[in-house]
């Protein structure tokens, strides 16, 4: 099993967060920023990910630390539950529909850290979450998860659609990515044989 915890303790935030990548979805999140535990939530359903998250953040100040922290730490679990990547598919993508919203997500878990994050969000708040937060969060994410990885919004008019459906694709283009192929499963996908 593909197992990790994670224990990320700063002046602004406390983290501990456990992770399996062979899960059924199962969440609890309290990251103590409602919309991202709905988001987190998502993220884990659609990938198939048990994801437990608790952070004591100092959220009176705003929630531009908790978010990005949240990223970081959820990136180096993603690293570590890894480990040398050996058998992993690699290469994942999704395209997913909500109503009106069309939100294209594809990663390479390459080594590399790169995002490209193409979202037009039209408000600046979804409920009391700053919209602009979102991409403090995968920048968090890539950073520490050392991938590619695009988001791109096709369609779409609704800032919760928006951010939603991209949590969604999110988690259900990593979990194509994670995956092992069987045919593979002890080679390291890559020419140069490590990642």
């Known amino acids: 099993m593909r197992e990790v915890q994670i224990v990320r303790k700063t002046n602004e935030t406390n983290i501990r967060l456990s992770l399996n990548l062979d899960g059924t979805g199962e969440s609890n999140i309290n990251s103590g920023v409602g919309f ?3 988001m987190l939530t998502l993220f884990a359903r659609h990938g198939r990910f048990d994801l437990h998250l608790s ?3 100092d959220t009176y100040v705003d929630d ?3 978010v990005e922290d949240i990223g970081i730490a959820l990136g180096q ?3 570590q539950a890894l480990g040398d990547k050996r058998g992993i598919i690699r290469y994942g993508s999704f ?7 069309l939100i294209l997500c594809a990663v390479d878990i390459s080594g590399r850290s790169y995002l490209n994050f193409d979202l037009h969000i039209p408000t600046q708040k979804v409920g009391t979450f700053d919209t602009e937060l979102a991409e403090e969060f995968f920048l968090g994410f ?6 590619t990885l695009h ?9 919760h659609h928006i951010i939603e459906g991209t949590f969604k694709a999110f988690g259900r283009t990593m979990k ?17 044989g490590v990642l």
């Open 36 to 38: 991202l535990d709905h």
């Open 55 to 57: 952070c004591d953040g």
């Open 64 to 66: 531009h630390h908790t």
């Open 77 to 79: 679990a993603f690293t």
């Open 95 to 101: 395209i997913l529909p909500m109503d009106e919203t």
């Open 142 to 147: 890539v950073r520490n998860a050392n991938l």
């Open 151 to 159: 988001v791109k919004q096709l369609e779409g008019k609704n800032s």
């Open 176 to 192: 194509q990515a994670v995956a092992i192929d069987d045919q593979f499963k002890n080679e390291i996908p890559s020419t140069k």
